[in-house]
Each structure stands twice: as structure tokens, then as C-alpha cells.
């Protein structure tokens, strides 16, 4: 009897494991750190016995029109890491499942939902949730003290024309590179940050929204050509040389290369590439103390003004397990262990996670920066999408730049094509 | 023996002329080698110094990496996509050129301008058609549609090639053949093929290079990771924020390599298969 | 020349056409019918990226007037037809048309470089173009290029130059990257028709006490003129459609400097989601191609590949 009994207990189990086991879910994830995630996700599959996880994943270039086709026809993946802007639209579109109901239940994040950044950046056009900021970062400038020290310099420039100053001077006295931007153009230039950066010191830039509830252009074609003029010195002068034109991203391996070799003062990065500058040279370079600091970038009358960037995660509205999909956000929410142990460069876009990543003392420029750091704001809920004026201002700067044509030219046709694209938008 | 081309002779300067000749031939074939090589060079450098110039430190944690992430299974998946579509492209193209070529039928005109067009629309162009068209019907991440694309994109312009390779061809082979009591297909493939074969070689190659290095249909269509062929994974290693060197440099080496195998014992297939003695023109 | 027949002949060629021809129109049929009308059908609407399951309005002609109304369309058009397709095609086919036959000669079987050589030719083409580009970068950058570093040390130039940043020269450097990576199938071709060229014509040639360069225009021109027509169809089809090149290298900038129609699509569809508008630049793409291609095959290769009519 006992035999049959634990016969029987042994099937029921596993009809009970199997029936359990048929659930699958697809997770899409986009960044280089892909074994870290798996391990994460090895570690969400043991603590959710019956689910399973499938990695997909998709290069940023190709990941928008990539999941808004496959949302199109019903294949896109259930969960999905999507760039900070996307949610918005991607909900406008019918791309994304809208998660009001779920947000309200608990075990999201480490405070709930209040506590997470850019929620307003996650709501669509009909003002349901559509996304879950998943991390966050911004932008902070890494320099070389060694070379700022040469030309004299010892703290770290606080406002835009001494940092050209600064940047001209190194250049003078060192013959090396000052501030070498990314000056080219591609489908996601450097240019539109940091021209944003500047904007930003000085007034609320491109788009902003008026209390009557109606977006406008806030910028004149002066103020527009004020930006373009001010990085353009840097190429005309020369402490950025011309062949920084050709290449575009934050990232690239002239920057990275420039910073490691010493040809390059400084660079306005993420704090992902700040850690690879800083680690690489100390593998490159063991014993020797780093010769990199961050801090934030200048100031303006407005502040020293940053975004808010980051991922946010949604589930596609074809997602058949939401259940199972939930569940994952969950846990990709919580900063243990994925944040703790297997994904450590970055940070979870809550503020609660924010006030206890630790930084170490080079890296002491991002969350000062992410102190000042504002939400993309009207540019993101306004009518104009990011990456029509991402794309916009990168042409018209990059056409100042190689000498087609004059500042004031472009200001003033990226200020008409903006005007006009606000006008057919907004109804 | 190949047709002989004595521009030695020609040029009437002797010696002196041969050895320019030489060197410059060095000199272009070093040009044209000099950027792969170095990527292959790279590709047993650490990515720390494969960048600095002097430093050298050898290693083979970019392929130990690289193959521990699963990229043999890109490479396999590519190969098996691309030598299927490559055959039965070639197999394909090799009648329909020489109906085109040799034989006369109605409509002959309009059919071969229509075997073109499709290569007149850009493939971005392309894509999202296919796409939902696919999806639709249930192919995505599915071989057999890969498979079909490629076949469909090779097509065209292999038929245009070989109808050019098979200009050169004398007819009296044919004719004899047709005296003789052949069947057509047997005087293609039999008669025709052996003398065409260099151009089938080139045609060969240039379809499975297309498939090999082919990147967005693969992108739209294959989303499974154990699907995806060798250009996803390559391109997967360009990061926006880090880009993996070590990684790409490697993965570069091994795209390039099974192209060069495979075509190591063509080459030799290149020159004519016109036996000596063949029909006088 | 009497047609050559034979009893059963004409069932046979039947059989043959049917076998030859109904699989290939079977590909071309399913893969392309369904994307043209989509395309265009799609460009007389306003169909955005973030519409693609709804469908987009009905808008006529709208988005063509556009396009043809916009000053960034002739420098488009300029940059595609004359930079990337003219220029392209010709630096090509003349580079092809040289090297075919200098790997061809007879000097470099004597010194056994003609297996090395043919090797070597296709390893510029066995790269792919996101490969090639990455280390055409590394070698045009001013700073650590090994270009810049011959061209500084021969004196040539005193400072280095950013190919790709200046107007002057990045055209010659995407062409150069173009060149380098497409050059193998031009060469091959035009080596392969070298190569089925009779021995005894130009020994007749010779006899005969033409010159060479009269040598060249009537005994290997005509012979290599098939495999020329080919290859120029072909090059200009697909450099004209072509995206992967501009968009790795300059990204179609600075700006918009290097913008052609191929990544005017991408951004147009991919960047500002205006995929009824890119649709129609695509349409014209295709019709600026059929044109070309029917002209071509008719005054041009037609004469050159019909053959006699059995």
C-alpha cells in the first residue's frame, strides 16, 4: 500500500510540477550585461518555481522599430526593457499593456509606486501607466586632473565659458584634446544632450508647457543659435578637432580611448562609461592613482541641469502570462538581488535605491549631478516626439559644424521645423 | 591552361617590367588584405592593447568569451541558412538564365525585366512587409522562411550574372549536344555547366556572401536568440554605451573565416573548364 | 544560321521552360508582389511607425509633393545619383576592369602569385561591411590611422586629415570603404570572362600586327563587354538602394551632408516614424530604378545578351 500511495503522491506531483511549469515568458533585454542578467533571472526562476524566462534581446538602434512591429502583429515579448521616452508613445500606439490595476498591488519596487522617478514620463496620452522606470542615470563630465592641473586648473569649472576657457587652455598648454565631444551625426548623437545641457542652464529649452495646458516652442532662434555657436567655438578654436566629427556616441571608443591615453581632458558621459574609463585604467595602469574626477556639468541661471535618462519596463499588450510578466517586473524592481549581485553598475530608478547606491569617491560627481537632474518633462509628454528634435538638432548642428551653414541659418529652420511639427501635433 | 595574356610580352620591357608588375600586384593585394588581417591580428589581443600601438599581449579570452556566449550557434545557424539558399539559388538560376539566354518564348522580354524589379526597391523598404506578411502567416523564427527570403533576394541578379556568363559560351556545344539526342536539362547541366562553371563560382559566392553578412531581414524576422544568425550577434556586441572590443574583434575573425574555407577549394574551380581543344568559333 | 531541330525537341523545351521558370517566378511572385503594393499603398497615406496596426489616413499625393517640394531632396538625389551611383559605380567597374587584368597576366603565373593572388582578392569581400567599416575608421582616424601616419611621414601632407569630417573628403572616403569591400565580384567576373576568352583569337590579333592598345579595343573590350553590361546593371541597382554603407560610416552627416535616399527612408520611417512619407521615397526609389533598368535593358544589353532565336 505504502509503495502504490507514494506512486500515486509521485504522479500527482508531477502533473501538479508540469501543469506548473508550462508557463513562459519572454524577457527583452538590450544591454551588453546580458550574463549578469541571466544569472538574475536563474535566481527569479528558483524563487518562482513554474515559470520560466526566455532572453531575448535587440541593439538599441533597432529595438524601437523592432518591437513596435512585432506589437503590431502580436509577437512582441512579454516583458520588455524599454528606453525612457518609449512608454509614452508606445502606449499611445496600443503597443503596451496599461498597468494601473497592477502598480496599485504591493511588492513593487521598494516603496511603491510614489517612490519611483519619472512616473510622468511613463503615463500615455490617456493618462494610464505604461511603463515602470526600471533604472536610471545621467549624464556627469569626467576630467583628467592631471591635464587641468597643467594648464592651471584646479576645480572643476562652474560655469559654460569657463569650462570653454578651460577646455581652450589645455589644449594651449598641453596640445591635447579639451572637451572632445562627439561632434558627428547618427541616429542618436552626443550633440543633443549636451546642447540640451546648455539650453537647460538658461531657461526650460525647446518645448515647454503653458499653464493653460498647451505646449510651445520656448526657445527664439537666438537662444537656439546661442547653443550651436557656443559648442562650434570649440571646433573653431581647435581643443576640439575637427575629426570628432565623425563619430557621434557618448560611448565611442575615441572617448574611451582619448580619456585612457591621456589625449583627452574630459567627456560628458553616463556613469556606466565613467566606471569602464575608470576600471580600464586601472588595469592598464595598476598601482598608479587615478587621475579621474567627475563632477557636474556648468551652470547656468536655470542650474546645472541634466535628464533624468534611464530604462523603463513595460509588458506588451499581447503579453498572454501577465501574471507571470508582473511577477518579473516585481522583481526586477527590487534592488536584491539584481541590483546587489548581478546587474551593480546601475541604479533602480527609485529614490529610495538612490539614496543608498554607493558611490565611490570618483565617481562623487553623479549624484550630485543627479541632484539638479530634471525629467525630460514637456519634451516628453508635449506633442513633438524626442526623437524627431533629437534627430532635428543633431542635423542642424552637425550641418554648423562642417561649414554648411551658419549657425543662424540652422537655428532658425530648426526652430521653424519644430514650430511646425508642434502645430500639426497639438490639437 | 588558362588563355594566356602576355602583357609581358606586350609591353615589350623584359624583365624590369615583370618585377613592376609584381610589386605592384604585391602592393594591391596588400592594400586589400591589410584591414582584415589586422582585424584578425586584433583578435588575439587583449582589448586593452589592441588599440595602443606597440603593445602586444596575446590571448584567446575574446574567442574563449566570445564562444562561451553561444556564437557557434550563430555561425551554424548562418551556414545552414546560407549554403540551402545558396543551392537552391544557384540551382534555380542556372535554367532560368539559360531559358533566358538560349531559348526563345513568348513574353521572354517582360519576364526578364520583371525578374528585376524586385531589386529595384531598397530592402529597409522591404522589410516591414515581410515582416507582417510572416507574422501573419505564422513564420517567424522559422528556418524555412529565412531560407525563402534569401533565395527570393539572391535570385535576380543571379540570373543576371549567369545570363552574362553565358554570353560567353559558345552555342556549337549545344547544337552538337541537340544533334546527339539530348534532353535540355542534360545539355545545361551536362554540356553547359562545366564550361560555365567559373561564372556559377562567382555567382555562387556572391549569393552566399549576400546571405552571410545579411542583416535586416534576419533582425525583423529571427527574434529566438538560438535562431539568430552570425551578423545579429556581431552587431549585438556594439553597445550604446560600451562596446565590447574583444568580443566584436573575434566575432569578426570567425564571420570572415568560413568565407575564405569555403572558398580556398573554389578558387581552383575558377579557371575555365574549356578542355583543350574545344569547338573552334 | 539554320535552326538546329530534332524530333520531340519542342515538348522537351516546353518541359524545360516550365522547370526553369516556374520555381524562380514562384520566389519572385511571393517575395515581392506583396511588398509593392504595400509600399504603395502606404504612400499615399499617413502611416506612422506607431500606426502600424491601425493603418494610416488616405492623403493622396500629399507626401510626394513633399518630397519634391523639399530643398533637401536635390542634395539627396544629387548625393545618390552622382557621389554614391555615378562616381561609385564607375570608380568601381574601372578599378575591376585593372585588376582583372593584371591578375590575369601571365607574369604572375610564371612567378606563382596567381593562386595567392586569387585567394587574397576575396578577402576584402568575405568581410562584412560593419567589419570593414570599424577598421576603415580606425585606419582614416587623424590621430592613431595608419593612413594619415604613411601619408605624415611621406610628407605628402603636413597635418593630418579627418576624412570624414571634412567636406572635402569624406565622399572619397566612403567610396574608398565602398570600393574596398565590393571590389572581389567585379574583379572575379570580369576575370572569369577573361578567362573563357580563346587563345587563339588573340594570337590572331597578334599575327595580324595589331598594337595593343588595338588589341584591347577589339579583341578583349567586345569579349569583356557582356560581363561589363552585367556588372554595371547590378553595381547601380544595388549602390543606389544601398544603406548600410552611409549609415555605419557618417551616419548620412555631418548633418546632412552625406544623405542619401536609401538613409533619407530609415531616418524618415525609423527616426520621425513617418512611414507613409518614407514609403513614398522608397516608391521613388523604385521608379528612378525601373527607368534606368528599362532603358538599359533595352537599348543597352539587349542588343549585347539576345542571342540568336533557336
Not at chain 1, 537662444?223 to 563619430?247: A, M, T, V, W
Not at chain 3, 567636406?167 to 572619397?172: D, M
Request: contains cysteine.
Amino acid at each position: 500500500m505504502t509503495l502504490a500511495r507514494i506512486f500515486a503522491a509521485g504522479v500527482a506531483l508531477a502533473l501538479l510540477g508540469s501543469a506548473a511549469l508550462a508557463q513562459t515568458i519572454t524577457f527583452r533585454f538590450n544591454d551588453p550585461e546580458a550574463p549578469g542578467m541571466r544569472a538574475a533571472l536563474d535566481d527569479f526562476e528558483k524563487a518562482n518555481p513554474g515559470i520560466k524566462v526566455t532572453m531575448q534581446r535587440a541593439s538599441w538602434g533597432d529595438a524601437q522599430q523592432q518591437f513596435l512591429r512585432e506589437a503590431a502583429v502580436g509577437t512582441a515579448p512579454d516583458v520588455a526593457q524599454l528606453a525612457f521616452v518609449w512608454p509614452r508613445s508606445f502606449g499611445g500606439a496600443g503597443a503596451l499593456r496599461p498597468l494601473d490595476d497592477l502598480i496599485k498591488r504591493p511588492g513593487l519596487g521598494v516603496k511603491g509606486w510614489d517612490d519611483f522617478f519619472a512616473r510622468d514620463l511613463a503615463v500615455g496620452p490617456d493618462s494610464k501607466v505604461y511603463g515602470i522606470p526600471f533604472t536610471t542615470d545621467t549624464f556627469a563630465m569626467i576630467w583628467n586632473r592631471d591635464l587641468f592641473a597643467a594648464a592651471g586648473i584646479n576645480e572643476f569649472p562652474k560655469d559654460f565659458e569657463s569650462l570653454r576657457a578651460a577646455s581652450q587652455a589645455i589644449h594651449q598648454k598641453t596640445g591635447k584634446t579639451g572637451w572632445g565631444f562627439p561632434a558627428g551625426s547618427c541616429g542618436t548623437p552626443t550633440i543633443w544632450f549636451v546642447l540640451n545641457f546648455y539650453w537647460w542652464s538658461k531657461g526650460p529649452g525647446l518645448i515647454d508647457l503653458q499653464p493653460d495646458g498647451k505646449y510651445r516652442v520656448a526657445m527664439t532662434p537666438a537662444e537656439i543659435k546661442d547653443g550651436f555657436d557656443y559648442y562650434n567655438r570649440y571646433l573653431q578654436e581647435g581643443h576640439n578637432p575637427k575629426s570628432s566629427l565623425s563619430f557621434c556616441l557618448w560611448g565611442a571608443p575615441e572617448i574611451v580611448e582619448g580619456m585612457l591615453g591621456g589625449t583627452m581632458a574630459m567627456a560628458s558621459v553616463p556613469d556606466t562609461v565613467a566606471i569602464e574609463i575608470i576600471t580600464k585604467w586601472q588595469q592598464r595602469n595598476p598601482g598608479k592613482p587615478v587621475p579621474f574626477a567627475t563632477s557636474p556639468h556648468p551652470a547656468g541661471p536655470n542650474g546645472s541641469r541634466t535628464f533624468f535618462g534611464g530604462r523603463m519596463l513595460g509588458i506588451s499588450a499581447n503579453a498572454k502570462n501577465v501574471e507571470a510578466a508582473w511577477k518579473l517586473v516585481q522583481f526586477l524592481t527590487q534592488p536584491d538581488p539584481l541590483f546587489t549581485r548581478h546587474y551593480t553598475n546601475y541604479t533602480p530608478a527609485q529614490r529610495a535605491a538612490l539614496d543608498s547606491r554607493a558611490w565611490t569617491p570618483e565617481l562623487a560627481g553623479y549624484p550630485e549631478q543627479l541632484k539638479t537632474a530634471r525629467s525630460w518633462g514637456a519634451y516628453g509628454t508635449g506633442p513633438v516626439a524626442i526623437p524627431f528634435m533629437w534627430n532635428a538638432v543633431g542635423r542642424a548642428a552637425g550641418s554648423v559644424f562642417i561649414g554648411e551653414k551658419t549657425s543662424a541659418q540652422a537655428a532658425a529652420e530648426l526652430h521653424d521645423a519644430i514650430s511646425r511639427e508642434l502645430a500639426k501635433n497639438q490639437k | 591552361m588558362s588563355p594566356a595574356f602576355r602583357l609581358g610580352a606586350w609591353l615589350r620591357i623584359g624583365l624590369l617590367g615583370e618585377l613592376a608588375i609584381v610589386l605592384v600586384t604585391l602592393l594591391v593585394l596588400f592594400l586589400l588584405v591589410y584591414p582584415t588581417a589586422w582585424v584578425i591580428l586584433a583578435s588575439f589581443r587583449t582589448p586593452e592593447t589592441m588599440f595602443v600601438a606597440g603593445r602586444w599581449a596575446f590571448t584567446l579570452d575574446n574567442y574563449a568569451k566570445l564562444l562561451a556566449t553561444g556564437f557557434w550557434r550563430n555561425i551554424a545557424n548562418s551556414l545552414l541558412l546560407c549554403l540551402v539558399s545558396v543551392l537552391i539559388s544557384t540551382v534555380l538560376a542556372v535554367n532560368a538564365a539559360y531559358a533566358f539566354s538560349r531559348l526563345r518564348f513568348p513574353g521572354k522580354r517582360s519576364l526578364f525585366a520583371s525578374v528585376l524589379f524586385g531589386q529595384t526597391f531598397p530592402w529597409i523598404v522591404l522589410v516591414t512587409p515581410i515582416f507582417i506578411l510572416c507574422a501573419r502567416l505564422g513564420l517567424l523564427n522559422n528556418p524555412v522562411s529565412m531560407i525563402f527570403v534569401y533565395v527570393a533576394v539572391t535570385l535576380p541578379f543571379s540570373i543576371y550574372l549567369l545570363v552574362g556568363y553565358l554570353r560567353a559560351v559558345p552555342r556549337s556545344l549545344d547544337e552538337a549536344a541537340i544533334i546527339d539526342g539530348a534532353t535540355q536539362l542534360q545539355i545545361v547541366w551536362r554540356i553547359v555547366l562545366p564550361i560555365m562553371l567559373p561564372g556559377i563560382v562567382a555567382t555562387a559566392t556572391y549569393a552566399f556572401l549576400l546571405c552571410w553578412s545579411e542583416y535586416l531581414f534576419a533582425l525583423a524576422l529571427l527574434t529566438q536568440d538560438e535562431l539568430k544568425t552570425m551578423p545579429l550577434a556581431l552587431y549585438a556586441y556594439f553597445g550604446e554605451n560600451v562596446t565590447e572590443w574583444g568580443s566584436v574583434m573575434a566575432a569578426s575573425a570567425l564571420t570572415t573565416l568560413p568565407t575564405l574555407l569555403l572558398f580556398l577549394p573554389l578558387q581552383a574551380r575558377m579557371t575555365s573548364g574549356l578542355a583543350a581543344g574545344s569547338v573552334k568559333q | 544560321m539554320a535552326a538546329i531541330s530534332r524530333p520531340g525537341l519542342w515538348s522537351d523545351r516546353r518541359r524545360f521552360l516550365t522547370v526553369a521558370l516556374v520555381p524562380t517566378f514562384f520566389f519572385l511572385a511571393c517575395f515581392y508582389v506583396y511588398p509593392t503594393v504595400f509600399n504603395l499603398e502606404t504612400s499615399f497615406t499617413d502611416m506612422s511607425l506607431f500606426g502600424l496596426r491601425k493603418g494610416g489616413d488616405w492623403v493622396g499625393i500629399e507626401n510626394y509633393l513633399e518630397i519634391l517640394a523639399s530643398g533637401d531632396f536635390r542634395r539627396v538625389l544629387w548625393n545618390t545619383v552622382i557621389w554614391l551611383t555615378l562616381v561609385g559605380v564607375g570608380v568601381r567597374i574601372l578599378l575591376g576592369l585593372v585588376l582583372a587584368f593584371l591578375l590575369n597576366s601571365p607574369v604572375l603565373k610564371r612567378w606563382r602569385l596567381q593562386t595567392l593572388a586569387r585567394v587574397l582578392l576575396i578577402v576584402p569581400w568575405a568581410t562584412p561591411p560593419v567589419v570593414a567599416i570599424v577598421v576603415w575608421r580606425w585606419l582614416l582616424d587623424p590621430r592613431v590611422g595608419a593612413i594619415n601616419a604613411a601619408l605624415v611621414s611621406a610628407g605628402l601632407v603636413d597635418q593630418p586629415i579627418a576624412f570624414l569630417a571634412e567636406r572635402l573628403w569624406v565622399w572619397p572616403a566612403l567610396i574608398t570603404i565602398i570600393t574596398w569591400n565590393t571590389l572581389p565580384l567585379v574583379t572575379l567576373t570580369f576575370m572569369a570572362s577573361l578567362q573563357s576568352l580563346p587563345e587563339e583569337l588573340i594570337e590572331a590579333a597578334r599575327i595580324d600586327g595589331a598594337s595593343r592598345w588595338q588589341q584591347i579595343r577589339y579583341v578583349y573590350l567586345p569579349h569583356l563587354k557582356p560581363a561589363i553590361i552585367v556588372m554595371v546593371l547590378m553595381s547601380t541597382f544595388w549602390t543606389f538602394n544601398n544603406f548600410v554603407y552611409v549609415w555605419l560610416v557618417t551616419g548620412a552627416g555631418p548633418g546632412l551632408y552625406t544623405n542619401v535616399m536609401a538613409t533619407e527612408v530609415y531616418i524618415q520611417a525609423f527616426i520621425n516614424g513617418r512611414f507613409g512619407f518614407s514609403a513614398a521615397t522608397g516608391v521613388i526609389m523604385a521608379t528612378i530604378m525601373t527607368v534606368f533598368g528599362l532603358i538599359y535593358l533595352r537599348f543597352v544589353a539587349e542588343r549585347e545578351l539576345a542571342e540568336e532565336q533557336t
